[in-house]
Structures are given as C-alpha cells and as structure tokens.
C-alpha cells in the first residue's frame, strides 16, 4: 500500500524536512523540537521502500539523491543520540553514542556536503 499519494506529496514531505535540518542546524530549532516535529521521518514514510508498491519503488528510485540524505539522518545521526549527559560517559563513547550537539555537527556537515 503506497504511502504518497503522490509524486508532489513526497517531494512536499522532502521539503518540510529540509527546513526542520535547515532550521536544526541554523541553531533556529533546537535539538529536542527537532526530533518532535522530524517524527523519525525516513521510517515514518518507509522511505526504504518496504511498505510500497511497484509505482512507488519506482518514485523512490527517482528520487534517490533527494531521500538518501534522509536515511543517513536516520541510521548514521539519530540511531546513535542519547542524552547528553550519557554522551559524556566513557562507555558511551565507546559504544558510539553521541549527544544532541554532535548530531547537529553531524547534520550541519551531511547539509553542506549534499550542497556541493
């Protein structure tokens, strides 16, 4: 069952967490509204594609480049964020888990490289 209805759908949805990243790295959202307002988006819409049908694989292919930097949100930033204070503890780090400032790091890097 598709999640969009359709192709304009998704692409307003890329665009709405465009600005949440954009805001979040800005320092004009913080870390914590953020993650509210993001609902973790790359699963919430399966952007992965196991909840589609054929015409929607094929919109999620097409616009690959646009929702890949999605999943590295997803997977690469916020799977590993945990509170700050544990960000701090040695076996976090070791683990690594990272708190709300390396994320936004994180998140103002993935946005400067998928600007180039």
Not at 57 to 84: F, G, T, Y
Request: charged share 35%; aromatic share 8%; glycine share 4%.
């Amino acid at each position: 069952m598709p999640i969009f209805a359709s192709e304009a759908e998704l692409l307003e949805a890329i665009k709405f967490h465009d600005q949440l990243l954009e805001s979040v790295a800005a320092g004009e959202l913080s870390f914590d509204d953020f993650c509210e307002k993001c609902h973790d988006f790359y699963a919430f819409y399966a952007l992965d594609g196991h909840e589609s049908d054929e015409d929607e694989l094929a919109l999620i292919e097409r616009h690959h480049v646009l929702i890949e930097p999605r999943r590295v949100v997803a997977e690469d930033i916020l799977s590993l964020v945990c509170s700050d204070e544990d960000a701090e503890r040695e076996i976090y780090k070791q683990a690594g888990r990272i708190g709300s400032v390396e994320a936004i790091r994180r998140i103002r890097a993935l946005l400067t490289r998928t600007e180039q």
